[in-house]
């Protein structure tokens, strides 16, 4: 017991430093998958018809294949098959790999959360509100907006949670997140070895990132509840 | 003069024609009813008055001006459709009222859009946002929704919600006010107080075109009826006439099932 409270210091550093990178991906892969994911939507329900086909191609080719798989292909691919290493070596490198990959994944599950919001929103809204004179903008800022975001909040709130735990993927091309951190201490790190109680440190972390996050959806769902 | 004049509507959705030739013309005050079967036309020939359908062929005037005439397709960008469109307001079968906003918010909004965009708002603000809210009120009074001013949609009936959807309509004084099935959404119960409010708006004389398969209060509250069947007008006149002793075979038959 003593010996843990000793190295506790030490286990707590490396954890703080790996579940800081587990953050960065996280925040990196929203940021850009909220605004791809919108772009992908609006090709998948184009009026011209062979930009929302390859859209729509490419929605299921992403979300039918493991977010594992697409990370290994597109961290690997560019340096083995077109001898050219884009992502550049070290930690930096796997993590713009990583990113790239998470963004391209989340994007296509958002794109199908924004279709929804945007196409379940009944046509009647639109009609009162031509019908009252209103132009198209003033229909989409002051009527529609609204209720999409009611009907997209939820399921990405679920999409939001389970990308926090899929970020520890991004451990199968050797970034150092958070599970590489914790598991480190098995095989020894910082002269520690064989010790598995970080990976329960570990897996605190995740409960609280999650039990916090949860709890912010939760009280932005019950902000839209005023309304049905 | 006729308030309303629509001379020779016809629109095809496809390979349906689904308004052959469509001829109307309303007086100031008048009610006009407008029954016939599922499919008929009834919907689509408002949608075409409020702007939502194009027609392919046909004239639409109001107060003698020409707001649509199909061989002219000039004066249709969307700006001017908007201005033409306020002549109309349409009460939907399904209410549509807006969600996230109180049945004051839903009758006030349009018009505050509108006011906005006056080139006095911004000096005279605060007096022309206070006129728009004691409209809103009176028209929810008169609805008899003076109590449910600060409800949500979802917080309402049927009935009152369709009260607030006329009253949205009215908010914004259209000259002729229309009226899709105004009660097949509803309760039997609840059909009344929203036929009522109706009934209510045609003795202030209120211009307004009503679909309906309610046939008693057509011929009650309406001052000329039409019957339409697969597009076109089959019968029309007095409405103690045309329930009374229709002419043709196919309204008989059509006045068989009520
Ligand atoms: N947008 C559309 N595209 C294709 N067909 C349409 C469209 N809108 C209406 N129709 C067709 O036009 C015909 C007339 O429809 P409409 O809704 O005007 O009838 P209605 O008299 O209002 O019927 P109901 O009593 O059921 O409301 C129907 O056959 C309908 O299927
Ligand atoms: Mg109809």
């Known amino acids: ?228 | 003069m006729a308030i309303l004049e629509a001379e020779n509507i016809c629109k095809t959705f496809g390979r349906t024609d689904v308004l052959k030739s469509i001829d109307l013309s309303l007086e100031k005050g008048q009610v006009l009813s407008v029954i016939g079967s599922s499919g008929s036309g009834k919907t689509t020939l408002l949608r075409c008055l409020n702007f939502l359908e194009r027609p392919d062929k046909g004239v639409i005037r109001v107060n003698g001006e020409t707001l649509f005439d199909a061989e002219d397709p000039s004066g249709l960008s969307e700006a001017a459709i908007r201005r033409k469109r306020l002549h109309f307001g349409l009460v939907f079968q399904s209410f549509n009222l807006f969600p996230q906003y109180t049945a004051m918010e839903n009758v006030m909004l349009a018009r505050k859009l509108l006011a906005a965009e006056q080139p006095d708002f911004k000096t005279r603000k605060k007096e022309i946002l206070g006129e728009i809210e004691e409209q809103a009120k009176k028209l929810l009074d008169q609805m008899g929704l003076t109590n449910r001013r600060d409800n949500y949609p979802h917080q309402l009936s049927g009935g009152q919600c369709q009260r607030v959807a006329i009253a949205r309509a009215l908010a914004l004084q259209p000259d002729i006010l229309c009226f899709d099935e105004p009660t097949s959404a509803l309760d039997p119960e609840l059909t009344g107080e929203v036929l009522k409010v109706i009934k209510e708006l045609a003795d202030q004389n209120m211009t307004m075109i009503i679909v309906t398969h309610e046939m008693s209060f057509a011929r009650d509250v309406a001052d000329h009826v039409i019957f339409m069947d697969d597009g076109v007008i089959v019968e029309q006149g007095d409405p103690r006439e045309v329930f009374g002793s229709p002419k043709e075979e196919r309204t008989r038959q059509f006045l068989l099932r009520y």
């Open chain 1, 1 to 228: 017991m003593s010996l843990i409270l000793e190295q506790m210091p030490v286990v707590i550093g490396a954890l703080n430093t790996g579940f800081l990178q587990t953050l960065k991906l996280f925040l990196v892969t929203l940021l850009g998958a909220f605004p791809l994911g919108l772009v992908i939507a609006f090709g998948s329900m184009s009026a011209f018809r062979p930009l929302s086909l390859v859209t729509k191609l490419v929605v299921w080719v992403v979300r039918g294949t493991p977010l594992m798989i697409q990370l290994l292909i597109i961290y690997y691919f560019p340096g083995l098959v077109l001898d050219n290493p884009i992502w550049g070596g070290g930690e930096a490198g796997r993590f713009l790999a990583a990113s790239t990959a998470f963004i391209i994944n989340y994007a296509c599950y958002f794109s199908e959360i924004y279709r929804g919001g945007i196409q379940g929103v009944p046509a009647g809204q639109e009609e009162a509100g031509l019908v009252l004179g209103m132009t198209k903008s003033q229909i989409f800022w002051r009527v529609k907006l609204l209720q999409m975001i009611k009907r997209i909040v939820p399921p990405m709130s679920n999409e939001i949670i389970t990308l926090v735990k899929d970020t520890a993927l991004a451990r199968i091309i050797a970034l150092q997140e958070i599970i590489f951190a914790g598991q480190s201490f098995l095989k020894g790190s910082h002269g520690i070895s064989g010790a598995i109680w970080p990976l329960f440190f570990t897996a605190f972390y995740y409960l609280v990132f999650n039990g916090v996050l949860t709890l912010l959806l939760g009280q932005l769902e019950k902000k839209l509840d005023y309304f049905r």
